[in-house]
């Protein structure tokens, strides 16, 4: 099975798929290619040392949203995903992008979602005085941060945290759940119709 990671920056979540092909956990898959927006992104670096192909492509070189997608989709393509997994991709996604690869492409998103879609989600979780923070994997609809929930892990939070170790704490659990739900969805166990996910059949 192919997967395709597409990438901003670090790549910390890339590493953990990357570690995870190799290991099993995900099961009979490689990432076959990884995608930046941005030509610095640290994850382009990790992906090469791993020997997988990368492709960068510049917002700046195209007009719009919708041509700058429609490229993005037609590379994709060619590498014949079974998954699209965005790990830290830092862009909005057109409706056409989304409704090309629905039901393939998840997303991580450093939250218990429903709560703190968008930016600076630990700051905000703090400043709110929240106890627990977390991490929700979800499939991409053309909802912002809002397609079906998959996975979530939580974390706590203690008075003394700020947001840098708040943000160490979620990573940590979205290296251990982006993986497993990586290899559910190739496996089929997770699918998602309308706008709900289900697991061996159950809606989640
Ligand atoms: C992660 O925390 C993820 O939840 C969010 O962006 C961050 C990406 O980190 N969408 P990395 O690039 O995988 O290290």
């Known amino acids: 099975k192919n997967i395709v990671v597409l990438i901003s920056g670090s790549g910390s979540n890339l590493q953990a798929i990357m570690n995870a092909c190799e290991s099993g956990i995900i099961a009979n898959a490689k990432v076959a290619a990884v995608f930046s927006n941005k030509a610095d992104a640290y994850g382009l670096t990790r992906a090469k040392e ?8 510049a917002a700046c070189d195209f007009t719009d949203r919708e041509a700058f997608d429609r490229a993005l989709a037609e590379q994709i393509d060619q590498y014949q995903p079974d998954l699209v997994i965005l790990a830290g991709y830092m862009r909005i996604l057109s409706g056409e992008f989304v409704r090309h ?28 005085g929240d106890r627990e923070h977390g991490t929700s994997v979800h499939f991409v609809t053309e909802e912002l941060d809002g397609g079906p929930v998959i996975l979530q892990a939580k974390v706590p939070i203690f008075s003394d945290d700020n947001a840098d170790d708040v943000m160490a704490r979620v990573q940590e659990q979205e290296h251990r759940i982006y993986p497993l739900v990586a290899h559910w969805c190739l496996q089929q166990r997770v699918v998602m119709e309308g706008n709900n996910a289900y697991f061996d059949g159950a809606c989640l």
């Open 101 to 128: 690869f629905a039901g393939k492409m998840i997303n991580i998103h450093p939250s218990l979602l429903p709560k703190y879609t968008g930016l600076h989600t630990h700051q905000r979780a703090i400043d709110a």
């Open 50 to 57: 791993a020997g997988i192909t990368t492709e960068h492509l």
